[in-house]
């Protein structure tokens, strides 16, 4: 698909800006599968290579998916990291399969409250996986076991006795997701074309570095 020079600016900025929400988006779906960031950044630099070299549709998303993760995580726990080649493999190959067979249109039939309530699930198991992460601690093994320990760690997260690792971490989490909340509410249009996800993190991220944060980087 050609691109006129006229276009050539904005998708310039699109990709940029996408690149730069892509980014942490592998690396926060890595640390939530188990696997390291740098596996979580090679993975979906090959995704976006391959697809973007292969597909002959402009609007195809192959960038990382929060859901995938929850998936990536049980087969971990179950079959170790040395399968995971051949299961995405596998699961590739399935795809294509059905989209040579000309069957996806099957998919249809299944009811949109079935979708939503998968998608929800898995969106709440990632949610409370994230935010024993966020307060600088370890992931229990089951998502209900994280689901029961949230009010235990927001209780030690939250109410400072004594001013550590967990209490800071709370409170970069606190100002990120205030951030990422309040800035599209800014007045002034040339500060609202980022996304308010990546200026979060950013400011997070740096008052880390330069203050020093004794939290995990």
């Known amino acids: 698909m050609a691109i ?22 592998n690396i926060g779906v890595a640390i939530a599968s188990g696997v390291s960031p740098e596996q979580g950044i090679i993975s979906g630099l090959i995704g976006a290579v391959v697809a973007g070299s292969l597909s002959g549709c402009g609007l195809l998303v192959s960038g990382p998916d929060a859901g ?15 399968s995971i080649g051949a299961l995405v493999t596998i699961a590739g ?10 069957t996806s249109h099957w998919f249809r039939m299944v009811s949109p409250a079935v979708v939503n309530g ?18 600088d601690d370890s992931p229990k093994d089951t998502g209900l076991a994280n689901l029961i320990a949230i009010p235990y ?13 967990h209490h800071i971490a709370a409170l970069l989490g606190a100002v990120t ?7 599209k509410r800014i007045p002034h249009k040339a500060f609202r074309f980022a996304p308010p996800a990546l200026i979060a993190i950013l400011v997070a991220s740096l008052a880390t570095v330069f203050l020093n944060l004794p939290v995990q980087k």
């Open 118 to 135: 998968m998608l929800a699930g898995m969106g709440l198991l990632i949610i409370c996986t994230q935010f024993h992460i966020m307060l």
């Open 68 to 82: 995938i993760g929850v998936l990536l995580l049980e087969m971990l726990t179950k079959h170790g990291i040395a």
């Open 177 to 183: 997701i205030t951030i990422a909340c309040l800035w």
């Open 93 to 102: 190959l399935i795809q294509l399969a059905i989209g040579l067979s000309k």
């Open 153 to 165: 760690a927001i209780k030690n997260g939250l109410l400072v006795s004594e001013m550590n690792a």
């Open 4 to 25: 006129s020079k006229k276009q050539l600016p904005l998708e310039l900025t699109a990709g940029i800006l996408l690149f730069f929400v892509a980014l942490p988006l």
